[in-house]
């Protein structure tokens, strides 16, 4: 969970739920993993968050020819390209 939080704040810096959880789940015993659940996945996730503004500007950085508006399809698509190598 700590390294797609961290992905998640790469993509969206600005996302203070995803750090506060961050910090939370520092040094966490894999043993009492935390469960996390969809209302929270759509607050920290990035790949549920594919019309926020600042993913987007972030993507831009990484991808400069992404449309002014790209579509979520777009988003997801580009995201998974950078998750594929983080």
């Known amino acids: 969970m700590e390294n797609n939080?961290?992905?998640?704040?790469?993509?969206?810096?600005?996302n203070e739920r995803a750090q506060a959880l961050l910090d939370?789940?520092?040094?966490?015993?894999?043993a009492r993993a935390y469960v996390s659940t969809l209302e929270v996945e759509r607050e920290i996730n990035t790949f549920f968050r594919l019309t926020s503004p600042t993913v987007v500007a972030r993507l831009r950085e990484a991808f400069p020819d992404l449309?002014?508006?790209?579509?979520?399809?777009?988003?997801?698509?580009?995201?998974?390209?950078?998750?594929?190598?983080?």
């Open 67 to 86: 449309p002014e508006q790209p579509d979520p399809r777009t988003v997801f698509l580009k995201l998974r390209e950078l998750r594929n190598s983080w």
């Open 5 to 14: 939080l961290r992905f998640a704040l790469n993509r969206e810096p600005d």
């Open 24 to 30: 939370r789940l520092a040094g966490q015993d894999p």
